[in-house]
């Protein structure tokens, strides 16, 4: 067993002179030159974050002013007087901790000594977290403070100057410790490593050097443990995975970063304060990365994943996760808050903020700019997008052209040969009788429905099922369209449209008509008028009496006119749709044809009770 007791890393490599303490050489020259010269204050302010190096430096000076051999305003650190300040021992050096001690009659105590005399040059108060005092102890010190006696120094540390009363502040010196960058302290980190023999290899290093995040306390605290555990533990990269999936618009990587920082133990709210950490060097990068306290290699790394964001989307980012950060203070769930934020900032188009449209709006500038456009979305390969035609129109899955024919032969489906042969339609499934009830006497029979044949009633059972029968043997077959002999010759899209709704229109009967009344007229290309439909459901009823509405458009212009039919949009209601007109189109009379119906037989009763008797033979009728 080890005789001595083991000390921490950062008491042992605690500064003992003004030239050891490391990223703080404003203040350190400062009080130098001022213990060298003779021109000390009466009173000090020590503030800045934790680990800095507040009280060190209080504890240097107040060697210094005790100090029997001053060395250039260094302290000797052998003689007795600063032997017994290192120690902790001396009378002429007293430190109090304002956390524990903020209560008036401390205060009170305090001033009643300062006035005693002490064994050493200088008598020094060091108070420590001095924010903490309560209204009446700071009050009792300001007194004191404004006129001390003249061997009394007082030296102020706190990590929150704020709550420090004006009037304090105004009768002291006040001295800003600043975080140690990523340089300073790294050759801090390595200088002890190599001095303590502990072998850590640099990617330990390293990662002791961002834990400690430009505090020396928490950097040689975490080298402690580095040194025990004989390296530091594999993180889980949070921060690094949310920038990442922020750049690929990823919030499943987002959220599963999320999910293992949390299952190893981390908490969600400094799992937000990291990844804000990480947005704040990623901005900085982009602007000044000689503000980024972070090593060469990473600040090349987030100021890559700044040009790929840009500023809007860092920005909004940076504002979401604060706004989350400050939510999940109250929040009965502080997860739940962090990863709603991360799905609004790695999916845009989930959020309808102005901040998120001015995102998307930027990010299509940014790749018009860089000659790349508007790319696929990430989870749809670049192949299986279907080529656009020259309007910009889908060329595949959301249209239904004709049969394609060859000129040397008769298409695969029958028919005359020719560039723009019309479809050949399947015979449709037989469908099973309804049951009727039979007609009451004398009631006029209605005639019986025509052959089925192109665009006749009941031809079309639903949107799923085949086109109709074929006609009688005796039915006359259907002309095709007359061959344009080029695109030139088709008519513009306003002559069609003009055409469409004075005449055309009007000629197509019962379901025919009523589908396509919903279209209009797009373009004229490739030899194809081009007609939109408002779904993919609609347009492929319209497809089965394509050749029907071909043959009115030839018959007015007395040349082809071949279709083209294309969807307007196609959404996920799309089967919804499709199931609503397949049940429309099991109703026969939902496309009735109005100048087919037929006048129901006149009533032969005039009055309720003859309606009644009619109704009921045998009834009597029965007074009141």
């Known amino acids: 067993m080890a005789d001595e007791t083991y000390q921490s890393l950062y008491r042992r490599y605690r500064p ?5 303490v490391r990223g703080q050489d404003h203040v350190t020259t400062a009080l130098r030159n001022a213990a060298r010269d003779g021109r000390v204050s009466q009173g000090y302010l020590f503030s800045g974050p934790r680990g800095t190096g507040k009280t060190s430096t209080a504890r240097i000076l107040a060697k210094a002013l005790n100090c029997e051999k001053l060395d250039d305003g260094e302290p000797c650190g052998v003689c007795e ?5 290192a120690s902790g021992s001396s009378f002429a050096v007293i430190e109090l901790d304002a956390a524990s001690n903020n209560g008036v009659d401390a205060m009170r105590d305090l001033v009643s000594r300062a006035s005693l005399g002490t064994t050493g040059l200088r008598k020094v108060y060091i108070i420590d977290e001095v924010h903490m005092l309560s209204a009446a102890a700071s009050n009792t010190l300001l007194k004191t403070l404004e ?21 304090i502040i105004s009768r002291v010196q006040h001295f800003q410790f600043h975080l140690m960058g990523a340089e300073t302290l790294g050759a801090l980190v390595r200088a002890v490593n190599a001095d303590a023999g502990l072998g850590l290899d640099d990617g330990s290093l390293d990662r002791v050097v961002r834990r400690g995040a430009g505090s020396a306390r928490d950097a040689l605290s975490s080298l402690d443990q580095a040194a025990a555990l004989g390296g530091t533990e594999d993180e889980v990269p949070v921060a690094a995975e949310v920038l990442e999936a922020l750049v690929e618009r990823d919030p499943a990587r987002a959220l599963s970063a999320v999910a293992a920082g949390c299952s190893a133990g981390r908490d969600p709210r400094r799992l937000a304060e990291e990844v804000l950490a990480a947005l704040r060097d990623a901005f900085l990068a982009g602007r000044a990365p000689a503000l980024v306290d972070l090593p060469p290699d990473e600040v090349e790394r987030v100021a890559e994943v700044a040009r ?6 860092l920005v909004r980012a940076m504002e979401t996760v604060g706004t989350a950060l400050t939510e999940m203070r109250e929040a009965l769930d502080p ?26 709006i930027e990010r299509l500038e940014r790749r018009l700019a860089d000659g790349t456009g508007t790319a696929a979305p990430r989870s749809v390969p670049a192949a299986a997008t279907p080529p656009a035609s020259d309007s910009g129109l889908p060329a595949t899955s959301d249209v239904v ?34 049951p009727t009830r039979p007609a009451p006497a004398g009631t006029v029979q ?31 077959p259907v002309a095709a369209a007359p061959t344009p002999a080029g695109a030139d010759e088709l008519p513009s899209r306003d002559e069609l449209s003009k055409a469409w709704g004075d005449a055309v229109l009007g000629t197509l009967r019962g379901r025919t008509k009523a589908l396509y009344a919903a279209g209009r007229f797009l373009a004229v290309e490739g030899g194809h008028a081009v007609f939109a439909l408002p779904d993919a459901a609609h347009r492929d009823q319209c497809a089965k009496s394509q050749p029907d509405v071909e043959a ?4 007015h212009f007395g040349r082809g006119v071949p279709l083209r039919l294309v969807a307007d949009k196609v959404s996920e209601g799309d089967g919804a749709r499709a199931a609503a007109a397949a049940a429309d189109a099991d109703d026969e009379a939902a496309f009735a044809d109005i100048a087919a119906l037929r006048e129901a037989p006149a009533m032969t009763t005039d009055s309720p009770a003859d309606r009644i008797r009619s109704a009921f033979p045998g009834a009597e009728e029965v007074q009141p």
């Open 401 to 434: 052209r004709p049969a394609s024919t060859d000129a040397a032969g008769p298409p695969a489906g029958g028919g005359q040969p020719g560039p723009h042969n019309l479809p050949t339609i399947p015979p449709a499934r037989p469908v099973n009788p309804r």
């Open 81 to 85: 007087s600063c032997v017994s300040v």
């Open 147 to 167: 006129e001390p006696p003249s061997h009394v120094v007082f030296v102020l540390a706190t990590t929150d100057p704020q709550k420090v009363l004006p009037t």
């Open 552 to 555: 009115a458009l030839a018959a």
């Open 335 to 360: 997860r739940v808050s962090l990863e709603v934020a991360l799905v609004r900032v790695t999916a845009p188009e989930a959020d309808a903020s102005p901040g998120a449209l001015l995102e998307r």
């Open 16 to 20: 003992t002179r003004f030239a050891e």
């Open 446 to 476: 209605p005639p019986p429905p025509a052959p089925a044949g192109r665009g006749a009633l009941g031809s079309f059972r639903g949107v799923s099922r085949p086109t109709p029968a074929p006609a009688a043997p005796d039915a006359a």
């Open 308 to 313: 790929r964001l840009g500023p809007a989307a």
